[in-house]
């Protein structure tokens, strides 16, 4: 888990500036405070050369998953690791619908997501901070996308 939270860090430090804030979670957490974020959550890691470059994690509560931290270390960014995470963390789950959540100025994971069959639910906005608002996001899944 160290290497998921070094690549963590080197991720989000573009959103600190972003956001105006550098004391944003991702970047104040501890090894302590990872593994307690991800209990209870599957997590999946993209591996490249044998070293760790990329993570998302998920939780399905009900017929609902809650996908959350899509990682990729900005050394391997624009290669396709962040779609074969998300599409492999739905994999596994067998749920109704998908969201997440992502930053409101995150224009690349907006379009990302957008692109994997996210849409933004109509008219939610949560207010983090003075500077940052959370765009939820959702992707229903049809019945037929499960069958074998």
């Known amino acids: 888990m160290r290497e998921i939270l070094d690549i963590q860090k080197m991720a989000f430090r573009e959103n600190a500036v972003r956001y105006d804030d550098p004391d944003i979670t991702q970047l104040t957490d501890t090894l302590d405070d990872l593994l307690e974020r991800v209990r209870g959550h599957i997590v999946l890691k993209a591996v490249a050369d044998s070293v760790i470059v990329g993570s998302v994690k998920g939780m399905q509560i009900g017929n609902r998953c809650r996908i959350s931290n899509l990682i990729v270390h900005p050394d391997h960014w624009n290669r396709g690791i962040g779609r074969r995470l998300m599409a492999s963390i739905e ?10 959540v992502t930053g409101y100025k995150d224009e690349k994971n907006i379009s990302l997501y957008g692109k994997l069959g996210y849409r933004i639910t ?6 983090v901070t003075e500077n940052l608002y959370f765009i939820h996001m959702s992707k229903p899944v049809r019945n037929s996308e499960r069958l074998p």
């Open 91 to 100: 994999d596994e789950f067998d749920a109704d619908v998908f969201e997440l």
């Open 122 to 127: 109509e008219g939610y906005f949560e207010k």
